[in-house]
């Protein structure tokens, strides 16, 4: 007879409602600036035709065209392209087998296009040529202190990955606060939140972008998009090498609950955090700023069109019909 335990684990995971009170729009150049930037990747080499063809059927475009959708055409592929870089090289380097220490050695040359680009030359790496070419167009776009952000937010990003890979390669669950802290960074979502005030040509003064309401609604935002992020990924992560640096089994493990309760308590984290970004509106509203809540607005954005994306994308949907079909089979 099959016993509960075995039951349960029979059941495939769910993942559980993801409410959004913040609009959902998408750009007229979606499917323009979707085309462009696969033909982009292509020419960079950063990766092979086999992977390339992966991410034209995931439609990449889509997600900057949802997450960016009053952005004009230039400024849509200058995101996209972004975005595409980051998942590139979330692929090849973070959903790898690659060791910490080779990831460490390898960012030199990614540090030396964004602090001494005059100086960087052409590249060798397909990656280091492609980051210098996007740091020149975002130099070109903003000024020198929304540049200055961006290149902050990415070398965060990059050091923040030496983290995770240390945690595969000693397949270590990090504690609960550890993985909170650092995936705000390894998640790479204050590079894209960098880009909102220069794509939609309102400049955040330095003093408002410090302001600890516009910090801690990035947060809370940077927050929701992440765990979002962990819950639709998890069948994808769950794949391969990255099970351990998932919210899912950091929960699981540590609060020594299911993976379905996992997910669910998720679930309330983001709920709450979305709640705190609403609280906080009409306290933003209050400082009188129109680039203040366009960069808001923003963020808005990048929950709701991360979640309309997600659910529906071949980066994250086959996984989890995959996994369905284990569970069933």
């Keep these: 007879m099959e016993t509960t335990t075995a039951r349960r684990a029979s059941r495939p995971l769910r993942i559980p409602p993801l409410p959004c009170p913040f609009p959902s729009q998408v750009s007229p150049y979606a499917?323009?600036?979707?085309?462009?930037?696969?033909?982009?990747?292509?020419?960079?080499g950063m990766l092979d035709d086999e992977m390339v063809e992966r991410y034209r059927r995931a439609g990449y475009g889509w997600l900057c065209a949802r997450t960016y959708?009053?952005?004009?055409?230039?400024?849509?592929?200058?995101?996209?392209?972004?975005?595409?870089?980051?998942?590139?090289?979330?692929?090849?380097?973070?959903?790898?087998?690659?060791?910490?220490?080779?990831?460490?050695?390898a960012l030199p040359r990614f540090l030396a296009v964004l602090d001494e680009p005059?100086?960087?030359?052409?590249?060798g790496d397909a990656f280091a040529r492609a980051l210098l070419e996007i740091r020149?167009?975002?130099?070109?776009?903003?000024?020198?202190?929304?540049?200055?952000?961006?290149?902050?937010?990415?070398?965060?990003?990059?050091?923040?990955?030496?983290?995770?890979?240390?945690?595969?390669?000693?397949?270590?669950?990090?504690?609960?606060a550890d993985y909170v802290f650092m995936r705000r960074r390894t998640g790479?979502?204050?590079?894209?939140?960098a880009l909102i005030d220069i794509?939609?040509?309102?400049?955040?003064?330095?003093?408002?972008?410090?302001?600890?309401?516009?910090r801690a609604v990035t947060g809370h935002a940077n927050d929701v998009v992440v765990w979002d992020n962990d819950l639709i990924s998890y069948a994808k992560e769950n794949e391969g090498v990255n099970a351990r640096n998932n919210l899912v089994t950091v929960l699981a493990r540590h609060r020594r609950c299911s993976r379905q309760r996992a997910m669910e308590l998720i679930a309330g984290m983001r709920d709450r955090a979305i709640a705190d970004m609403v609280a906080a509106r009409p306290s933003l509203e209050a400082l009188g700023s129109e680039?203040?809540?366009?960069?808001?607005?923003?963020?808005?954005?990048?929950?709701?069109?991360?979640?309309?994306y997600s659910l529906?994308?071949?980066?994250?949907?086959?996984?989890?019909?995959?996994?369905?079909?284990?569970?069933?089979?």
Aim: net charge negative; charged share 25%.
């Design 312 to 329: 529906t994308s071949s980066r994250y949907t086959g996984a989890w019909e995959r996994a369905a079909g284990l569970a069933s089979g």
């Design 199 to 214: 794509v939609n040509g309102r400049r955040l003064t330095p003093g408002e972008w410090r302001h600890p309401l516009v």
């Design 136 to 176: 020149g167009r975002i130099a070109a776009s903003g000024d020198a202190g929304q540049l200055e952000r961006w290149c902050a937010a990415t070398r965060d990003y990059l050091s923040a990955q030496v983290w995770e890979a240390a945690n595969r390669e000693d397949r270590v669950v990090p504690s609960l």
């Design 118 to 123: 005059e100086s960087a030359g052409r590249p």
């Design 291 to 308: 680039a203040v809540l366009t960069y808001l607005s923003g963020l808005e954005f990048w929950v709701s069109g991360s979640i309309d």
């Design 69 to 105: 959708p009053h952005a004009d055409h230039d400024a849509l592929r200058l995101v996209t392209d972004w975005c595409v870089w980051l998942f590139a090289f979330d692929d090849v380097f973070c959903e790898s087998d690659r060791r910490a220490a080779e990831i460490a050695r």
């Design 31 to 44: 499917d323009q600036a979707d085309k462009e930037t696969l033909e982009w990747l292509a020419d960079s």
């Design 188 to 193: 790479a979502m204050l590079t894209v939140f």
